[in-house]
């Protein structure tokens, strides 16, 4: 019986296999990528019809544009939606960094008028059962909001001197909710719809 010889473990051996190994996980990492790009895609237009949905009267035609917020942040993005060509109002992708768990997003819808027509909460690391009251699912805290015209109504919790009621121990995420509908407000206010 021969016996087959051991590679000998060296520098070069070990750099091929290594090579060997990455070269297999770059394409098993490809493959996974094209197989769920388009999915997570779908996944995530939907999503955004659905909280488009929530925040605006309903719609036939939705025009997209992106608009530097008076603060200087990021871009916020405007949805100008439309029924039989006549404009119904226009929602408003906007975030704060001051959440007490980081960045959180909201869409605010704003009717043709300026009031608030609804909030949608897409995006938030807040402390469950705390500052998750944001969202609709959890409370009805942010139903303060729909019908209110933001230049007459003061986007700061009570504690503050605004007029909004804060979330019971959360105030950190109230004041958070409040800064990102300011920030939808006032950038729409200087020519969102434009």
């Known amino acids: 019986m021969s016996k087959k010889k051991k590679p000998e473990s060296n520098f070069i051996n070990m750099i091929m296999t290594l090579l ?28 955004l019809k659905k909280a488009l ?15 530097k ?10 949805y100008t939606g439309y029924k039989d060509e006549e404009m119904i109002g226009t929602a408003v992708k906007t975030y704060s960094n001051k959440g ?30 705390l500052g998750d009251k944001m969202s609709k699912s959890k409370s009805d805290w942010s139903k303060q909001f729909t019908g209110k015209n933001p230049a007459e109504f003061t986007l700061k919790v009570k504690k503050d001197g605004g007029d909004v009621d804060a979330i019971t121990a959360a105030t950190i995420s109230s004041r958070a909710f409040c800064d990102a509908v300011k920030r939808a407000y006032e950038t729409y206010e200087k020519g969102g719809d434009q």
């Open 20 to 47: 060997l190994v990455a070269v297999i996980a770059g394409l098993a990492l490809g493959g996974v990528y094209v197989v769920t790009k388009e999915p997570i895609a779908k996944a995530k237009e939907a999503k």
């Open 69 to 78: 917020p008076v603060d200087g942040g990021d871009s916020l993005t405007f």
């Open 100 to 129: 007490y768990g980081g960045t959180i997003e909201i869409m605010v819808g704003f009717n043709p008028d300026m009031t608030i027509n609804n909030t949608a909460v897409l995006k938030h690391k807040e402390t469950p059962g």
């Open 53 to 67: 949905s929530k925040v605006l009267p309903a719609f036939d035609t939705i025009r997209m544009q992106q608009l």
